[in-house]
Every structure is written in structure tokens, then in C-alpha cells.
């Protein structure tokens, strides 16, 4: 573990608590495995098991009503001092572990709703938990340091992922690997938290106790988190907003792939873009969120969240409208693709980190766990909402398809109002 040693570690890196680099790590192995199936999912089920976008955008969307239940669970257990953040890690890695090699067997589709159910639900468990241990792991002052950290580390994990993923495809044509690929991934992340990842849950001691009675909302927070959280205006606010974010990476992840496949108009490929370029657009999109990780919070660390959160709205927006002229256009198709997809890293790169620490700083100690879990429900709303979304207008043919990149660019405008209101809200908590 000396490794890990703050004192070691470059003057360039952020200095954080070594458990936060060991769990970077984990997440680096976790995402690789998840980088081999990512990208490819819809491609496979809609043009290898040859089922419809509607369908293969309501089985991924299916993995988010099972990841409500998870995640709410996770809130619950996180917070408890009988089960805690580690053994809730342990149990989302063993459950991700089968829904990866149930997903591996599908040949139709209710074997394809039962390995995203599972596999939901084992996600709703994960997000809560690993975003409470850095929240743990850290105070306000470096807390958006740690999430980049470990988001570089997911980005870093998923452009390999994708890379290997999509040589694996390219050599073999064989998506079923990428699944059991994810499948090891997650027992070799299992073995990590076991062995290396301490409990970061903490009793509060009695002069903590004493100090939070001078608090009504800890009060609040101590007798019942969950009613707390509900009551807390600014939490309110943000979750409207964070849904359409989640959204926003739920199209990318799901959606975009589908649609440069089988709408983009490429001369020399019958049907669009070919597995060979989906492949080095989306290894271009991880790279650049790895390689400009570090460098952006150094510029957004000097905004407030709110404000970070205001450059990747918009951000998104042109990145949705360069997408869109991908496949209105019959010329410069991967120009476009690569500016929309760059754009998009950014986008997601400013986002990232910043929502995870604002609602960090908004969660009482005692309920952190319960704040996290409601900011990882926004994921599961959005991916509930996207693939599906994406696959019913898919299935209305490329003008409807061509549409949706307009309606997804004009939606920014909306989430900038949301979020002048969120920074209102703020200011008026911390002037009240």
C-alpha cells in the first residue's frame, strides 16, 4: 500500500488519502470490462440477435427500475453500521458478475430483461457506495480533485475497454466475449475492495452528536435522512436538472453508436459508419476525457459547481447539433462525428466531478449515503428514459431520427434556466 503514499506521488497529481488511488484503481480494472460492452450493446442485440431498437432501448431501459430499487437500497445500507459501504461494493460486484454472463447467453428477448434487471440492480447498488467513499476519503477543499481522480480512472478504463472491445470485434466478430470479458472484470474489482478497500463508514462520536443537536436539519437528518433529503430545496432543484444530464450520457453511451450505424450515409459502407470507425470515434471520446481530466478541473476548480455545470450544458448542446449534422449531411460525415464526440468528452468531463461534489457539500455527514443515492437515481431515471426514448424514434426512420438531435440541442436552453435558479438557491443558503 505504500504505494499509495502521498508522499510519493507527483507534485502534479492531487495529494489524497491512499484509499482514494487504491479505489481508483478498482475502478480502472471495473470500467475496462465495461468499456468492452459499452459501446457495442445495441449494435449487438439489434444487427446480431437481431431484435428491434424498440425493444433493445426498453431492456436497457428495463436496468434502470431495477437500479431505482438498488439504489435506494444502497442509500439505506451505506448509512448503516451494520452493513456499510464495503460489503454493499461486494454484493453490486458479485450480482454484476452473473448479469454479465447472463448477458452473454442471450439469444432473445427476455433473456436480454433478465441480465439488464440483474444487472441494474447490481449498478444501483455500486454508484451510491463508491461515490460515498470518496465523499468520505475527503473534505470540501479537494472533494472535486477526488471525483476527477477516480472519474480519470473510470475514462482511462473504459478507452481501453473500448479499444480492445473493438479489436476483439474487428478479429472474431464475437460480441458474446465482450460480455464474459465484463463478467472477469467485475470478479477481478471484487477481489480489490476485499482485500485493499477499508470500511470508510464512521460512527459518530458523542461530541459529534452534541454538535449536530445545534442544528435543526442535522436533527432532521439523525431521526429520518431520507425526509431530510426530500425537504431540502436545493437537492430538489438539482435533481430536476441532473436527470436530463444523466440523459444527455445515457444518449451517448446508447443511442449515438446506433444511430452512426445505421443512419450516418457513408459511400464506401453499405449501412454507415463501420465497427472500425465506431470503434476509434469512441476510443477518440474516452481519450480525451482521460487526457483532459486533470486539466479542466484545474480551470473549472475555479468555478463554483453550479457554474461547471453551466460550461457542460452547453457543451452538450453543440456537441448534439455537430451528431446531428453527421447524418443530415452527405459530406465531412466523421468530421462532424469527431467534433460532436469531442465535444461531448468535455462536456462530460466538466460534469462529472462537479455534480458528484456538489451534492457531496450539500449531504450532512450522518446522510451521505442517502444524498448519493438520490444523485445516482438522476442516472437512473435518465438511462431510463434515453435508450428507450432513442430506440422509438429510431424505429420511425431518419428523418424522425435526424429531428431528435435538434430537440436534444434545444433542451439545453432549459437546463441553464434550471441551473440559474439551483445557483439562486445556493447563495440564499449561504447568506441565510
Known sequence: MSIFSQHKLPEWLPSLSPQIWILAFGRFLSQTGTGFTIFYTTIFFVNQVGLSATQVGLGLGSAQISGIIGRLLSGVICDSPKWGRKRTLLLSCILSTIASFILASSHNFSTMVTGNLLMGFAIGLYWPATETVVADLTVSENRKEAFAVVRLADNLGLQIGIILGGLLIVVTGNYRTLFIIDGI?????????????????????????????????????????????????????????????????????????????????????????????????????????????????????????????????????????????????????????????????????????????????????????????????????????????????????????????????????????????LDRALIKIRLG
Open 185 to 421: 472484470s467485475y470478479l477481478i474489482f471484487l477481489c480489490v475492495i476485499y482485500i485493499a478497500i477499508q470500511e470508510s463508514y464512521q460512527t459518530p462520536t458523542s461530541e459529534e452528536k452534541a454538535e449536530n443537536q445545534d442544528h435543526a436539519g442535522e436533527v432532521r437528518a439523525r431521526e429520518n435522512p431520507w425526509i431530510h433529503a426530500l425537504h431540502d430545496h436545493a437537492l430538489l432543484i438539482y435533481v430536476i436538472v441532473n436527470i436530463i444530464f444523466t440523459l444527455y450520457v445515457a444518449i451517448l453511451q446508447n443511442i449515438i453508436p446506433l444511430y452512426f450505424t445505421n443512419f450516418v450515409k457513408v459511400p464506401t459502407y453499405p449501412k454507415g459508419f463501420s465497427t472500425e470507425i465506431i470503434t476509434g470515434l469512441f476510443a477518440l471520446n474516452t481519450f480525451l476525457s482521460v487526457i483532459l481530466q486533470l486539466p479542466i478541473l484545474r480551470y473549472i476548480r475555479h468555478f463554483s459547481h453550479v457554474k461547471a455545470l453551466m460550461i457542460s450544458a452547453s457543451l452538450w448542446g453543440i456537441s448534439f447539433i455537430f451528431i446531428g449534422l453527421t447524418g443530415m449531411l452527405n459530406y465531412g460525415n466523421i468530421i462532424w462525428a469527431i467534433l460532436g464526440l469531442g465535444i461531448s468528452a468535455i462536456a462530460l468531463v466538466c460534469y462529472l466531478p462537479s455534480a458528484s461534489a456538489l451534492v457531496a457539500d450539500l449531504a450532512p455527514d450522518n446522510a451521505r449515503g442517502i444524498y448519493l443515492s438520490i444523485n445516482s437515481q438522476c442516472w437512473g431515471m435518465g438511462y431510463l428514459i434515453g435508450p428507450p426514448l432513442g430506440g422509438l424514434i429510431f424505429d420511425q426512420g431518419k428523418i424522425a431520427a435526424d429531428n431528435f438531435w435538434v430537440g436534444m440541442a434545444l433542451s439545453v436552453a432549459g437546463v441553464i434556466l434550471i441551473l440559474r435558479h
